[in-house]
């Protein structure tokens, strides 16, 4: 399962994840930075450190599963 991760900043100076399942792929760096740009400017989120101010870094995270049978 593959997930878009956008990491901001908040006021506190900490990391706040916001991320978002099945991803278009190929991803558009520039929509992606216009997304960014307008949570924070639309002040979308609230995290327990406040506002997200900055923009921290984008990426595509896959995790693959295999159960174990028990």
């Excluded at 991760?5 to 994840?17: A, P």
């Excluded at 978002?20 to 400017?41: C, F, G, Q, Y």
Aim: proline share 3%; glycine share 4%.
């Amino acid at each position: 399962m593959k997930k878009l991760e956008l990491k901001f900043l908040n006021q506190d100076g900490k990391v706040v994840t916001i991320a978002l399942d099945a991803p278009v792929e190929p991803v558009d760096a520039a929509l992606v930075n216009t997304a960014m740009d307008t949570i924070i400017t639309q002040n979308c989120f609230i995290s327990s450190g406040g506002d997200l101010v900055a923009k921290k870094e984008a990426r595509i995270v896959e995790r693959n599963v295999q159960e174990i049978q028990l």
